[in-house]
């Protein structure tokens, strides 16, 4: 039928892609999400001073660092099944 998918899980249809493009999306999903986190740290963090500027940084690694598992683990769950 028309607009059915390919049999076989995910894994095997991105191998049998050739080119991965589960992981280039799923990398330039990362990129962006670091850069806005980065950004929006930046801003908060340059219009504050003091303790609220430290906790603003802290806050921004720790969501740089969220962004960058969540995508890890969404790529080895789409590799493992």
Do not use: K
């Not at 280039?24 to 908060?44: C, D, E, K, N, Q």
């Not at 003091?50 to 969220?66: I, W």
């Amino acid at each position: 039928m028309a607009g059915e998918e390919p049999a076989g899980t995910e894994a095997e249809r991105i191998t049998a892609n050739g080119l991965d493009t589960a992981l280039l999306s799923r990398i330039l999903v990362t990129w962006f999400g670091l850069v806005a986190v980065g950004f929006t740290g930046a801003l908060v963090g340059g219009n504050t001073s003091g303790p609220p500027q430290f906790v603003a940084y802290l806050v921004t690694t720790l969501l740089s660092v969220a962004v960058l598992l969540y995508n890890v683990d969404r790529l080895v769950a789409a590799r493992t099944g």
